[in-house]
Structures are given as C-alpha cells and as structure tokens.
C-alpha cells in the first residue's frame, strides 16, 4: 500500500497508528482532519460494531467527521 510507506497522499502528510482519546486511527492527517481506517473482517462481530459506533462518535466530537468509502 503506498500510503503506508510514503505516509502521503495528495498533498497530505498522514500519521500512521495516530492516538486520539482511547482510540487509534490505522492513518490520519491532522491538517485537513482525515482519518484513513481499514477494517478487516473481525469488525462484523457486533462487539466490534458496537466499539466502532462509539469512536465514530467520539472523533465527530473531535471534528474528525465521518465519510466511508467501502463498507
């Protein structure tokens, strides 16, 4: 994956692995407030749905807003 070697894409410098509260985004550019999550199949489990329902709200809070791609 280029973004995880380059740590860049279109422009953006992203953080791999970044802490925000109790949560980590997989990537994340704290300019332009973009987090790049990739979820593998344990996030079907509905105890995995449930903790991803609630760090989506918390980085909304945080003015990280959310817009999937791929579900």
Do not use: V
């Amino acid at each position: 994956m280029a973004l995880a070697e380059s740590k860049r894409l279109a422009g953006c410098k992203f953080h791999r692995q970044h802490g925000s509260g109790s949560y980590f985004a997989d990537f994340c550019c704290i300019e332009r407030r973009l987090i790049i999550e990739i979820d593998g199949i344990q996030y079907a489990e509905p105890e995995e749905e449930q903790r991803d329902t609630a760090r989506t709200a918390y980085l909304n809070q945080q003015s990280y807003p959310r817009n999937s791609m791929l579900e």
